[in-house]
């Protein structure tokens, strides 16, 4: 069965400290992987998908198909970062599955 | 290009009572996808029309059903409502020729008393 799983609710990091957010998945096939990020007041958005394999606002992302795992990093973290993030996987027709989301709270 | 248009933003409604949503996708995609994010939760895909079909379905019940119009814009309706439907409805667009990637409503949140 499809899954995607994001072991942490909440994560609280200072301004200029790494942040890891943690995605695991399981999928019977090749998915693609991606996050989207949700910002205060603001509507459910693509951060950055792993077929691209870009770095968006800092953020980078490799998709580990050993481990099934998708974490989200940035090397400093900012207080505009502080969001809800969603990791999600896609068949090919644009079905996604969405992990509960992680709210990351950027201190100053 | 105002992206995807949801109505109504709230409403409240008694169990037992039928609900319409709507969604309008972003200029020039032809599928959309609706999901019902409860409270604390990811959103949860309920189904995708394309070409005024529905072309893919999650693990809803039939009391859940939509519509596509000929102009790409789609309906959720639901029936017989129960406590449990309270929950944000997300409506994405997308292109089906295109990109892999969802473009979000704001939602239309949902209140059942």
């Known amino acids: 069965a499809q899954r995607v799983t994001q072991p942490e609710k909440l994560l609280s990091v200072f301004k200029g400290a790494p942040v890891e957010l943690k995605c695991n998945y399981s999928?019977?096939?090749?998915?693609?992987l991606f996050w989207y990020v949700q910002y205060s007041r603001q509507r459910l958005q693509l951060l950055l998908r792993?077929?691209s394999r870009e770095s968006i606002k800092g953020f980078t992302a490799d998709l580990n198909k050993g481990e099934t795992s998708f974490h989200l990093k940035k090397p400093f973290a900012q207080e505009e970062d502080s969001a809800m993030y969603y990791c999600?996987?896609?068949?090919?027709?644009?079905?996604?599955?969405f992990g509960s989301g992680t709210k990351l709270n950027v201190k100053p | 290009d105002a992206g995807v248009t949801q109505s109504p933003t709230h409403l409240i409604k008694t169990r037992g009572q039928q609900v319409t949503l709507r969604c309008s996708p972003k200029?020039?995609?032809?599928?959309v996808s609706w999901y019902q994010q409860a409270l604390g939760q990811g959103p949860q895909f309920i189904f995708q029309?394309?070409?005024?079909?529905?072309?893919q379905r999650g693990n809803f019940p039939d009391r859940f059903s939509g519509h596509q119009f000929p102009n790409y814009s789609s309906e959720l309706n639901v029936n017989a409502l129960l406590l449990g439907d309270s929950a944000l409805y997300l409506c994405?667009?997308?292109?089906?020729?295109?990109?892999?990637?969802?473009?979000f409503g704001a939602g239309s949140r949902l209140t059942v008393l």
């Open positions: 999600a996987l896609s068949n090919n027709f644009n079905k996604f599955y």
């Open positions: 994405a667009s997308s292109l089906s020729s295109g990109a892999n990637v969802l473009t």
């Open positions: 200029s020039g995609h032809d599928t």
């Open positions: 029309y394309y070409e005024e079909e529905e072309r």
């Open positions: 999928y019977s096939g090749s998915p693609e």
């Open positions: 792993h077929i």
